[in-house]
């Protein structure tokens, strides 16, 4: 297992940017996604972005060509690098990974937010976006 701690959260207008951070005491497993999540007030977790060990991206269709998911692997810290912000981004923001078998893509295991096992998961960043 490892600990996941995440950062950059805050407070933005509409259309502003937020970089935001996850960092890893260590890498899952030899084959990984990392992603981040997101739940809104009232609302069901669901999947943002998604990275693979080896490189490949995945992508929630609400924040296709605004997003961008990234990782430095030297130091196996996760980015979500946000523009063009929105209200409907306002949510609590969390940092996932675990082993990835394939052929099992992490776009497989965001599409299933709920999913516990060998899931990691960090303490979650607040974003809201206003108007």
């Known amino acids: 297992r490892v600990q996941l701690v995440e950062s950059g959260g805050g407070s933005v207008q509409a259309g502003g940017s937020l970089r935001l951070s996850c960092a890893a005491d260590?890498?899952?497993?030899?084959?990984?996604?990392m992603a981040w999540f997101r739940q809104a007030s009232g609302k069901e977790r669901e999947g943002v972005a998604a990275?693979?060990?080896?490189?490949?991206?995945s992508y929630a269709d609400s924040v296709k060509g605004r997003f961008t998911v990234s990782k430095d692997n030297a130091k196996t810290t996760l980015y979500l690098q946000m523009n063009s912000l929105k209200p409907e981004d306002t949510a609590m923001y969390y940092c996932a990974a675990g082993p990835l078998f394939p052929p099992r893509s992490g776009g497989w295991y965001l599409d299933r937010p709920d999913m516990i096992e060998e899931r990691d998961w960090g303490q979650g960043t607040q974003v809201i976006v206003s108007s």
């Open positions: 260590g890498p899952p497993s030899s084959r990984y996604y």
């Open positions: 990275v693979d060990s080896d490189g490949p991206t």
